[in-house]
């Protein structure tokens, strides 16, 4: 009992170093703050040692706790490698997969396709967490995520989904009254709706594809806003003019809500990717799930497909108004 209680402190104190707080750990392994106090504690009772120097606002390894770290995570990890192997072992899959993708992919795309997943696998349990930070799979014991760009670490598998393609788009009202740009430059006269980044507070800059080069604008904003949906509604109620991706969009063009506007300079500066450890390599669950994910984000996606029949009928429509003879 004493050597369970021991695996199960190294375990609190392994993700409360990695996340660097209580309450983060106790998030993550579903428990409460003060259960992973207490189990870092006993452990320091046990080894005799000081594992954090502790503030109010974070936790910090002393040496022994950096030394003990390093040690636990071995441990961990071959913990992990036995799991892996006996799912492997199993022809069907089952057990826990733990999902970890962006806000907007997840409500947008992965929310409304699980049920499906789930009615051919009913005995794997999907755990999704959604959330903008770029989330470490092997600290966190994440199974699979989606991820906007360059997965960029190495110890993961990467495997291409959709692109990411961003657009501009304006209300149909706001298009009437203002006008309808023709190049790029012509947003420096429109009322522009911009994306901040939460995770660093800067200003999105606008990507426009001209020929053989990248034009990146800065068209002055009257409106910011740091969360992709609240832009989507803020350009539907005839705001102005601004970005969004089009899996965000497409619905609203369906609805006729929104126009895609300068659609022939739209630039897919991002790849969706789905990336997964080495160590869930050969987990039934996951290689299911990824077949999974290469159905519902096929290339090109419907909802590219969607925004360009629109644009393609609104530059048609815009031609044929720009060639009628005035009264």
């Avoid at 703050?33 to 452990?43: D, E, F, G, Y």
């Avoid at 692109?163 to 501009?168: D, E, L, M, Q, W």
């Avoid at 939460?198 to 068209?219: C, H, I, N, Y």
């Avoid at 969360?227 to 970005?243: C, E, H």
Wanted: glycine share 6%; charged share 25%.
């Amino acid at each position: 009992m004493e050597q369970i209680e021991r695996l199960t402190g190294l375990m609190a104190f392994a993700r409360a170093a990695s996340l660097g707080s209580y309450t983060a750990a106790a998030r993550s392994l579903a428990v409460s703050p003060s259960a992973i106090s207490k189990s870092v504690q006993r452990l320091e009772q046990h080894f005799g040692l000081k594992l954090f120097s502790r503030t109010t606002r974070s936790l910090t390894l002393t040496p022994e706790g950096r030394d003990l770290l390093e040690r636990t995570q071995r441990l961990l990890r071959e913990a992990e490698d036995i799991e892996q192997a006996v799912a492997a072992a199993r022809a069907e899959p089952a057990g826990t997969l733990k999902v970890a993708t962006s806000l907007p992919v997840g409500v947008h795309i992965l929310a409304a396709a699980l049920p499906q997943f789930r009615k051919r696998f009913p005995k794997v349990n999907v755990d999704v967490r959604l959330s903008d930070r770029i989330v470490d799979l092997i600290e966190e014991g994440i199974d699979v995520a989606v991820r906007v760009g360059d997965p960029g670490d190495t110890r993961l598998i990467a495997r291409r989904l959709a692109p990411h393609r961003i657009c501009a788009f304006a209300s149909p009202d706001y298009l009437k009254a203002r006008g309808t740009p023709r190049h790029p430059s012509d947003l420096q006269s429109h009322d522009c709706v911009n994306f901040r980044y939460q995770s660093t507070g800067q200003p999105a800059v606008r990507p426009f594809w001209m020929g053989d080069k990248l034009l990146e604008l800065s068209p002055p904003s009257g409106l910011t806003m740091d969360l992709s949906d609240a832009i989507a509604t803020a350009l539907a109620a005839g705001a102005g003019i601004g970005i969004s991706a089009t899996y965000i969009a497409a619905p609203y063009v369906k609805r006729g809500e929104l126009v895609p506007v300068l659609f022939e300079y739209a630039y897919d500066r991002f790849q969706l990717h789905a990336i997964w450890p080495e160590s869930r390599r050969s987990n039934p669950a996951v290689k299911a799930f990824i077949a999974f994910l290469q159905e519902v984000f096929p290339s090109p996606a419907p909802w590219d497909v969607d925004v360009e029949r629109h644009a393609r009928g609104a530059a048609k429509s815009l031609k044929g108004r720009a060639g009628r003879p005035s009264r």
